[in-house]
């Protein structure tokens, strides 16, 4: 069925190294990708999203690329600070007038000091 | 900065129990949502809401279900017989603009059906 996961369900880092996170998706349908946060007891927080219609998005310190011939997203956060260890969702959202998201299952990162 | 509340942020209930569970969305935002999510796993769609009647619902959002915007400020997700499986935490979200646009999340309701 349609899906959208994560590769890894850890990545662990060192501060101040550079992370890329990673999400797969099969619904060519989606049109508007989103990546969340979740910090321990936390709902969802948001990063940075991006339409279908662009390659990258920059944010502070985030950059999210879509590769759409592969169906593939990344969340590429520079500079790890301790304040980036969450759980990490990518989550889309198909056209054809659907409200609800698509999230994955999250990877973990981890900053070590 | 506006945000999403949620109430109450813990609530066990016995199971066939009715629970109630209030969300205020962001004041000027339009569309509100319910999401759950089973300890350990991933976010789920439940149900959104605009202009006083349901959008679009997964699945997951059978008859056991309802929504209701009472009043101005209030979104509230109601069980009326609940299951254990039903034990999640529930996030309630809301954006300003339909589909495709960045919604907020509240804190959630960690739901427990003993």
Redesign the interface.
């Known amino acids: 069925g349609e899906s959208v996961g994560l590769h890894l369900p850890t990545l662990s880092v060192q501060e101040g190294d550079n992370s890329i996170i990673n999400c797969a998706y099969s619904n060519s349908a989606s049109?508007?990708f989103?990546w969340?946060k979740q910090e321990s007891?936390?709902?969802?927080?948001?990063i940075i999203?991006i339409?279908s219609n662009m390659d990258k998005r920059q944010g502070q310190r985030v950059t999210v690329l879509l590769n759409k011939t592969v169906k593939h997203l990344s969340l590429q956060i520079a500079a790890t600070q301790p304040g980036d260890s969450a759980v990490y969702?990518c989550?889309e959202?198909h056209g054809g007038?659907?409200?609800?998201?698509?999230?994955?299952?999250?990877t973990h990162l981890i900053i070590q000091p | 900065e506006p945000e999403v509340t949620q109430t109450p942020s813990h609530q066990v209930t016995q199971m066939g129990q009715e629970v109630i569970l209030r969300c205020v969305p962001i004041s000027n935002h339009l569309y509100f949502y319910w999401y759950r999510q089973i300890l350990g796993q991933k976010v789920e769609f439940l149900v959104s809401f605009y202009n006083n009647e349901i959008s679009e619902k997964s699945e997951i959002f059978d008859d056991q279900f309802s929504v209701e915007r009472p009043d101005g400020s209030n979104f509230t997700l109601k069980i009326r017989s609940t299951k254990l499986e039903d034990s999640a935490m529930y996030f309630c979200a809301s954006s300003e603009y339909r589909a495709g646009t960045e919604a907020f999340f509240g804190q959630g309701t960690r739901l427990t059906v003993v």
């Open positions: 049109d508007y989103i969340y007891g936390k709902g969802p927080q948001f999203d339409r969702f989550a959202m007038g659907a409200d609800g998201l698509t999230f994955g299952k999250g």
